[in-house]
């Protein structure tokens, strides 16, 4: 049974940063690509970034050169750094396969207000 955990959301000002972590169990991840997706309030959940087993990396065109995805093989872990943040980035942010096909996790809140 495969079980994704998010966490690390939060509150932040506009310009601020936050780093989100997701930690799944099972062999899922070692197998798949990984990627970070969002949720905003009355929007589909869109793809903001996927990193393959190998280490390569794909960014909505939104958020290129603000946020960076890594993953650590060993810890099952994948990681989204968020900087120079934007009131447009609020969303619930999920970690998944790149195709979305494992059960989902609660998600972290990510709200960017001043």
């Known amino acids: 049974q495969v079980q994704l955990v998010e966490s690390g959301g939060g509150l932040v000002q506009p310009g601020g940063s936050l780093r989100l972590s997701c930690v799944a169990s099972g062999t899922i991840f070692r197998i798949s690509a990984m990627g970070w997706f969002r949720q905003a309030p009355g929007k589909q959940r869109e793809l903001v970034a996927r990193?393959?087993?190998?280490?390569?990396?794909y960014y909505l065109d939104s958020v290129k050169g603000r946020f960076t995805i890594s993953r650590d093989n060993a810890k099952n872990t994948v990681y989204l750094e968020m900087n120079s943040l934007k009131p447009e980035d609020t969303a619930v942010y999920y970690c998944n396969t790149d195709s979305g096909r494992a059960p989902w996790g609660q998600g972290a809140q990510v709200t960017v207000s001043s």
């Open positions: 990193i393959t087993t190998r280490g390569s990396t």
